[in-house]
């Protein structure tokens, strides 16, 4: 079993990342993609974030019908602040000795993994998978090894896909009443716009 995970907020899911979690699947052979929708996420405290359960269903929409992403609402149900730490430790629990566990992230989220709670313990748990992100440089793993020590032999550099969609300029789309389509599922488009999300 070769287990990675995609962990966000996911206000809203977008073409990004399905396209992140496809990327890593077929490039380095992983069994399933398990996608995490923060509960309270530690670093959007200035932000309001969307009901944890109108983010949970859009995964849900974005995901359907592909059978190696599966969703997990283990954050959501944990209640409090959620640690990315505590949420590979349960699922590390989970698996056999010969299992294999990663975390999909992009270039600005491993530049500011020494910021995050336990980044040692995090990379003891799992390899990090990491995607080009528009707008932000490569990250350097010299200055990263000085405060996360041994991270340079737990980060696996993907070439593609660049991804040029954030969630919050999608936000920003609804909110001035403009076409989300192409940039996120129909679905999702179709979600957001019943419920009036974003306006």
């Not at 696996?156 to 076409?179: F, Y």
Request: glycine share 8%.
């Amino acid at each position: 079993m070769r287990l990675a995970v995609l962990g966000g907020t996911f206000d809203p899911i977008h073409n990004g990342h399905i396209l992140m979690a496809e990327t890593a699947l077929s490039q380095l052979d992983l069994t399933e993609v398990l996608f995490i929708p923060a509960g309270n996420p530690r670093f959007k405290g200035n932000e309001s974030v969307s009901d944890a359960a109108h983010r949970f269903e859009m995964v849900e929409l974005a995901i359907a019908g592909k059978p190696s992403f599966q969703l997990s609402a283990m954050e959501i149900e944990r209640g409090g602040v959620t640690y990315t730490v505590d949420t590979l430790r349960e699922l590390k629990s989970g698996l056999e000795l010969q299992d294999e566990l990663f975390f999909i992230m992009g270039w600005g989220s491993l530049a500011e993994l020494p910021l995050w709670y336990q980044p040692v313990e995090i990379i003891s748990l799992c390899k990090l998978i990491v995607v080009p992100r528009a707008g932000f440089p490569k990250p350097d793993l010299t200055q990263l090894e000085t405060d996360v020590p041994g991270i340079s032999d737990r980060v696996i550099m993907l070439d593609e896909p660049q991804i040029e969609i954030s969630s919050s300029d999608i936000r920003e789309k609804v909110k001035n009443g403009k076409d989300i389509r192409g940039l996120v599922p129909d679905a999702v488009a179709d979600y957001i716009a019943k419920q009036g999300l974003y306006r």
